[in-house]
């Protein structure tokens, strides 16, 4: 996929685009402070179908979303905080990967070995205060 900018008007837009690309489920985000990650992230969610939008889990470090029938969409994780690997590893990340639904990785730099092989990286640059470009990752 070409670089993709956009505003925060096309966000629903470039989330359908996202979720078209991707042949995994576990998608990685990485980008600096305010680079949109956690916009992104709500917008695939509700792409997905889910009415549930919660805010970023950077204190509780992970959000569960479902979709209205009570099935299990997917979690978003935001490793911001943490200080290493073991705290995603004591607190059950293994797990939560092994459950067959969509897993969004804020931060993913900071838990490299516990990340899939079929991770997707996305890279969100800012490239001023109105438009992001989006490209995946090697």
Known sequence: MAILSYSEKEIDTIAKTVLEAVPSRTL???GEMGAGKTTLIKALIRCLGSTNQGNSPTFGLVNEYHLDNGELLGYH???YRLNDELEAYDMG???YLAQDCWVFIEWPEKIPSLLPENAIN???DIVDTITREISFME
């Open 28 to 30: 990685c985000f990485n």
């Open 77 to 79: 994780f935001d490793f």
């Open 93 to 95: 990340f293994e797990d």
């Open 122 to 124: 996305i890279k969100i």
